[in-house]
């Protein structure tokens, strides 16, 4: 009985209470950083070529409903198609794949953008994204279709949990986010995410978002 009035306790907030507070707090930061917001897009907007906002594919949402999530720039221009296409980054595209779709020392990155991914101020964007629907403030992450195809691959185990992480919206922030970010590989990662999903609720959301501002600050496991 009383997994029962836990289990619908956690849909009426996944369907109604968490949809609230996504939109009220997504209210509340635009107000407390939509300056710093402004600040930062005429710093990338004078500071190197190319679009404020990254120019890269959809991601895959709740369901596998693919999205454009909204970031600022923090590499050059065309980044992400380059480092697929361009010979000259044969090597690089390789690393890329085998560390989890992440790169320690990427060259692509621009000054400004190495700060403001070191502590996760090039997601700020995403609250638009959240207001629209597509995210949730918390939530597991986001993925590229080709990185979630061939991880897939990579990690055979991860197949199992992979609808079960889409079941959900993808989050700004997480439980893998606020365990290691791109410290963890793609195997880890999603077992985490499917652990979010597994244990869903009011009071593990405000814990992970009270522990995301410490990880923006001391930039812990970023790249």
Do not use: C
Not at 12 to 36: N, P, W
Not at 118 to 130: A, C, F, G, T, Y
Not at 136 to 159: F, I, K, M, T, W
């Amino acid at each position: 009985m009383q997994e029962r009035a836990s289990f619908i306790s956690g849909q009426l907030y996944q369907s109604i209470l968490k949809r609230l507070i996504d939109v009220l707090l997504s209210i509340i930061l635009i107000a407390l950083f939509g300056i710093f917001a402004i600040v930062i897009a005429i710093l990338i907007k004078f500071s190197s070529d190319g679009p404020i906002f990254a120019d890269v594919p959809e991601r895959i949402g709740q369901h596998g409903k693919r999205f454009r999530m909204f970031k600022f720039r923090s590499m050059i221009q065309n980044a992400h198609t380059l480092l697929r296409t361009d010979p000259r980054f044969e090597e690089l595209y390789k690393e890329y794949k085998k560390g989890s779709y992440k790169l320690q020392n990427d060259p692509r990155i621009t000054p400004i953008g190495k700060f403001i991914r070191k502590h996760s101020l090039d997601e700020l964007p995403q609250i638009l994204n959240v207001l629209n629907g597509d995210m949730s403030l918390v939530g597991p992450r986001a993925y590229y279709p080709d990185e979630l195809e061939n991880q897939q691959n990579e990690y055979p185990h991860a197949r199992k949990l992979v609808d079960k992480v889409l079941s959900v919206k993808p989050g700004i922030t997480g439980l893998w986010q606020v365990s290691g970010r791109s410290e963890i590989n793609f195997g880890e990662r999603i077992i985490i995410d499917a652990r979010y999903v597994d244990q869903i609720s009011l009071r593990n959301d405000l814990i992970i978002i009270a522990q995301t501002p410490l990880v923006m600050l001391t930039g812990k496991g970023a790249v």
